[in-house]
């Protein structure tokens, strides 16, 4: 399995490599980590005439921490965010999330840009994002635009990504003091895509009660699902084991996940369950440690 | 095959420099099998599953065939040809792995040697269960992986012996020309 062939470019600017996106048009794919997309290439499932490979152009690839959020470069790779302590101060969710992803041969090429904008409803990084209220910044040589996730992920493999553009950063809001985070995922050998994959957030008030919660879902729909109609239930309560199995009960009637080889629609959807309440119960506990 | 789309790309690999024209679509596998004539490192899948083609790639276990030989410009590869000291004495991996049976069939070994080389570097005293998922990016299909977290282990505790003696570190050696 050899890819097709393709016209390379390797632009060391953003500048440059946007400039290259006009030009080419659909005929152009940029590849950060391929992790993803080699594969594709390899069967020739993809067979992009051009590929603008934008791994040199240094300036997409950082970490930096404001007091009221964490930007992150499109070209941040997967290892970088799991190794970064102070994202792991800041916002464990990451760090927990993105050891989830793939082996470490994985993560030592793939990237965050690649991996939001690839829009696999069972990975990692769509699913944290959503769940922490991230932005998406794209840029275009008409210059750039910043979305919400739920205005960029349209269904499966598929984004509200215009052809010129190109993502640049993600900026994820600042967790608020005594908030705590969990994630797991169903997968059925270490490292592969989840069946189903939560994260959630609980941050508590100074009388210990719920102030907000989240619930992210992946693998059950084509974009991730954020489900405020179970973390409602939990909102001015003191979080328990009870109150939250009750709360996850009301996901059965809100996916209707599709049947594939692994698993049925409705086992997918006890999974949902199961590890909605999961991690629901490691967030609040996490919470209540701070 | 069009001549003009050939790029020219430096890389060192096992601390040896190559001057090379490639086809930008040439996977590192390839480069480094037909290119170099280095076929220690082994393509199973080619589309990133089995992890027989690992190498290092800028002291980062990588999959050669997830990368095209083109992106290698300027890096330094670390194959399991480099892996043995220059007076040809094994790596206590590749001892490791002789003396537990973690070979068999012997396809899915540089894989294994490369990412086991690395996590050890990482994790110099990991568990079983770590090891586990330390190898869990390749597959082998002769010895159920007991013989090889066995072996993985053996070289751990060979490693963390020999820590006075720096050569068996691989980065280390991937650096050295």
Redesign the interface.
């Known amino acids: ?8 470019h ?1 632009p060391s600017t953003l500048e440059e490599a946007l400039q290259l996106l006009d030009e080419y048009g659909y005929d152009a794919k940029i590849m950060s980590g ?2 993803s997309l ?2 594709m ?3 020739r499932l993809a067979r992009p005439k051009t ?1 603008i ?1 934008i ?1 040199h152009i240094k300036e997409l690839n950082y970490i930096r921490v404001t007091d009221s959020d964490i930007q992150i470069g499109g070209l941040t790779r997967h ?1 970088q965010l799991q190794q970064s302590k102070e994202i792991e101060q800041i916002c464990p969710l990451i760090t927990e999330g993105v050891k989830l992803i ?5 993560r ?2 793939g990237t965050l840009g690649g991996s939001v904008v690839h829009a696999d409803p069972t990975a990692e990084l769509p699913v944290i994002l959503s769940t922490l209220g991230a932005t998406v910044t794209l840029a275009s040589t008409e210059g750039s635009r910043t979305v919400t996730t739920d205005e960029f992920f349209m269904t499966f493999l598929t984004t509200t990504i215009e052809m010129n553009e190109m993502l640049v950063s993600v900026q994820i809001p600042r967790p608020s003091a005594n908030t705590g985070f969990a994630i797991d995922e169903f997968t059925l ?3 592969d895509f989840a069946i189903v994959l939560a994260a959630a957030s609980v941050t508590l008030d100074e009388q210990g009660r719920v102030k907000s919660a989240v619930l992210g879902l992946g693998g059950v729909d084509g974009v991730p699902v954020i489900l405020d109609e179970v973390t409602a239930g939990l909102i001015g309560y003191i979080p328990d084991r009870n109150l939250i199995a009750e709360c996850c009960n009301k996901i059965g009637e809100l996916v209707d996940p599709e049947p594939d080889i692994h698993a049925s629609g409705e086992y997918r959807r006890d999974l949902c369950i199961t590890y909605a309440a999961r991690v629901l119960e490691l967030a609040a506990e996490r919470a209540i440690k701070q | ?2 001549q003009n ?1 050939l ?1 020219n790309i430096t890389v060192t690999v096992n601390g040896k420099e190559h001057s090379l024209s490639v ?3 040439m ?1 590192l596998s ?1 480069v480094l099998r037909d290119e170099l004539g280095l076929t220690g490192t082994h393509v199973g899948c ?3 599953i089995c ?1 027989a083609c ?1 190498v290092m ?1 800028d002291e ?4 050669s ?4 030989g ?2 290698a410009d300027q890096a330094k590869i670390l194959t399991v040809e480099g892996l043995s000291n220059a007076d040809d004495t094994l790596h206590p991996l590749q001892e490791a792995f002789r003396e537990k049976h973690g070979l068999q069939c012997g396809f899915c070994t540089p894989g294994f040697l490369i ?1 086991a080389c ?2 050890l570097e990482e994790n110099p005293h990991p568990s079983r269960e770590e090891i ?3 190898i ?2 390749n597959l082998c299909r002769c010895t159920g992986y007991q013989n090889i977290v066995d072996a993985v282990e053996m070289a751990a505790e060979m490693l963390s012996k020999d820590k006075k003696s720096e050569t068996d570190q691989c980065t280390v050696q991937a650096m050295q020309p």
Not at chain 2, 65 to 68: A, D, N, R
């Open positions: 399995m050899k890819p097709a062939v393709f016209e390379y390797c391929g992790q080699i594969p290439m390899n069967m590929l490979d791994n290892y793939g082996h470490d041969q994985i030592s090429r050998r270490k490292g | 095959m069009t789309n790029k086809e930008p679509r996977l390839d080619e589309h990133g992890g690992t790639m980062r276990p990588v999959r065939c997830l990368v095209f083109v992106q990412t690395h996590f586990r998922e330390g869990s990016g």
